[in-house]
C-alpha cells in the first residue's frame, strides 16, 4: 500500500517534466521563427537559394507523389463505388472524388509524404552541419544562419506544396477516372459531366490554403529539429525521426483546425 502514493507521486513528476519540456520546445520553435521572420524581414534570402529548395523540395518530390495520388484516386473510386451501391447514383462518383480529392485526400496525403520525405532530409542535412560545427563557423563568418539556412527552405515548402498538392489532385482524379471507366463501368462522359457539376473554386481554395500552412510546418519542423541535434550521427538520427513524427502529428492537428476556420467561418455562406 504504501508504494502507491509514491508511484503516483514519480507519474505526477514525469508528466510534468513532460508538460514542460512540451512548452519549451514550442518556445523555442516560437523563437526560430520570430529570428527567421525578422532576419528575412531585414534581408531576404538569395534567390538562388530558393529556387535550389524548390527543386529539391518540389521537383524532387513529384515521383513519389504521382505513386501515392494515383492509388488514392483509385482506392477512392474504388471505395466510393462500393458504398454508393443500390444508394446513390454512380453518376455522383466523380463529383464524390473530385471533393473528397481537392479537399482533405490531396493536401493531406501530400503533405504526410512530401513531410516524410522533405522533413528528413532537411533535418539530416542541418543536423549534419550542426554536428560537424558547419553553422557556427556561418556565424563565425558573419553568416545569419536563419537568412542563409532557414528562410530558403522555409520559404521554398511554403510556395511548393500548394503546387505539388493541385498536382497531385489532377493524378488523383486522373486515377479515378481510370478505375470508374475501366473497373466500375461508369462512362467518361459521366465521369466529366459530375467534375463539372460540382466543381467550387472555395473547394480548390481551400486545399491550396492547407497546403501553404502544411508546407511551412514540414520546413519549420526540419530546420528546427536540424537545429537542435547533438550527439554526433545517432543524434541525426533522432533528429530526423522527430522531425518527420512532428510534421504529420501536426499537419493533423492543424487540418481539423483549417477545415474548421475555413468551411465553418470563411466559406459557411459562400
Known amino acids: 500500500m504504501s508504494e502507491t502514493p509514491s508511484l503516483a507521486r514519480a507519474g505526477m513528476r514525469f508528466a510534468l517534466r513532460r508538460v514542460e519540456d512540451w512548452v519549451s520546445e514550442i518556445g523555442s520553435v516560437t523563437l526560430m521563427v520570430r529570428d527567421t521572420f ?12 530558393v529556387i ?3 527543386d529539391t523540395i518540389g521537383v524532387g518530390s513529384l515521383g513519389l507523389v504521382v505513386v501515392v495520388s494515383l492509388f488514392t484516386g483509385a482506392v477512392a473510386a474504388v471505395q466510393a463505388a462500393y458504398q454508393f451501391s443500390n444508394v ?13 480529392v481537392i479537399i482533405e485526400l490531396g493536401p493531406v496525403l501530400t503533405a504526410l509524404v512530401v513531410g516524410g520525405r522533405v522533413g528528413a532530409a532537411i533535418a539530416a542535412e542541418l543536423g549534419s552541419m550542426k554536428v560537424t560545427e558547419q553553422i557556427d563557423a556561418l556565424r563565425a563568418m558573419g553568416i545569419n544562419p536563419m537568412r542563409f539556412l532557414v528562410a530558403p527552405r522555409v520559404i521554398a515548402s511554403t510556395l511548393m506544396l500548394p503546387v505539388i498538392t493541385v498536382f497531385s489532385d489532377a493524378i488523383a482524379i486522373l486515377g479515378g477516372f481510370i478505375v470508374a471507366v475501366l473497373s466500375i463501368g461508369v462512362t467518361p462522359g459521366t465521369y466529366i459531366s459530375g467534375l463539372k457539376d460540382f466543381f467550387y473554386v472555395k473547394d480548390l481554395l481551400s486545399g491550396i490554403i492547407k497546403a501553404a500552412v502544411f508546407g511551412n510546418i514540414i520546413g519549420t519542423m526540419g530546420c528546427y529539429f536540424g537545429f537542435q541535434t547533438e550527439g554526433g550521427a545517432e543524434g541525426v538520427g533522432v533528429a530526423t525521426t522527430r522531425a518527420v513524427v512532428s510534421s504529420c502529428v501536426l499537419v493533423l492537428i492543424t487540418d481539423y483546425l483549417l477545415a474548421t476556420v475555413l468551411f465553418r467561418i470563411i466559406f459557411r455562406d459562400s
Open 52 to 54: 535550389d529548395q524548390m
Open 88 to 100: 446513390v447514383p454512380l453518376k455522383y462518383l466523380g463529383a464524390v472524388i473530385l471533393r473528397s
Open 38 to 49: 525578422v532576419s528575412t524581414v531585414k534581408r531576404l534570402p538569395a534567390l538562388r537559394l
